[in-house]
Structure formats: structure tokens, C-alpha cells
């Protein structure tokens, strides 16, 4: 299951942080991206990259879930997983 963002990765808090420097915001963006993985391979490969996707990652510390996760790509087919981004333009004045 999803874990929720951090209280601080919402657009919302973003823009008031924004605001609340002085800043006037022009752009708001929001894009939820898909990532499919084929093989336990990619997983691991990708969880090496993106550190802050599961802080702490190694293979030892997580080869149960895993192994678990491999073996329902097997069976039911590529996992999907979703992240949510936004990109908050703001200037001064």
C-alpha cells in the first residue's frame, strides 16, 4: 500500500511557504507518473537510484519482501508503481 508524502511534500504547503517568503506564485504543477517494473532486477536497480524512495534500501535488509515481490511479478506480471510530483514556480515582487 501507498504511503502517504511527508507533510512538508504537499503543493498546498508549498505555496503557502511561498507566500509566505514574500514570493508571488505564477505556476502550479501536478503530475502523478507511472513506473511499471518487469523483473525484481529493475526494483532493486531503481531503489539503489532513487534513495528517497525507501531510505535505508540494501538488498540484505529487505530480501524477504523481495523475493515476495518477484515472485507475484512472476506470477501476476509487471508491478506498477505511482508517485505523485509537483513544481511550484514563484519571483519575487
Do not use: N, Q, S
Not at 60 to 84: C, H, K, M, S, W
Amino acid at each position: 500500500m501507498p504511503r502517504p508524502p511527508p507533510e512538508y511534500r504537499h503543493p498546498e504547503k508549498a505555496v503557502a511557504d511561498a507566500r509566505a517568503a514574500g514570493l508571488t506564485v505564477v505556476d502550479r504543477r501536478e503530475a502523478a507518473l507511472r513506473t511499471v517494473f518487469h523483473d525484481i532486477g529493475a526494483v532493486v536497480w531503481f531503489l539503489r537510484k532513487v534513495v528517497w524512495t525507501v531510505p535505508g534500501f540494501t538488498v540484505g535488509r529487505y530480501t524477504d519482501e523481495l523475493r515476495r515481490l518477484d515472485e507475484r511479478i512472476r506470477a501476476e506480471g509487471p508491478f506498477v508503481a505511482y508517485a505523485r510530483r509537483f513544481l511550484i514556480e514563484a519571483r519575487r515582487g
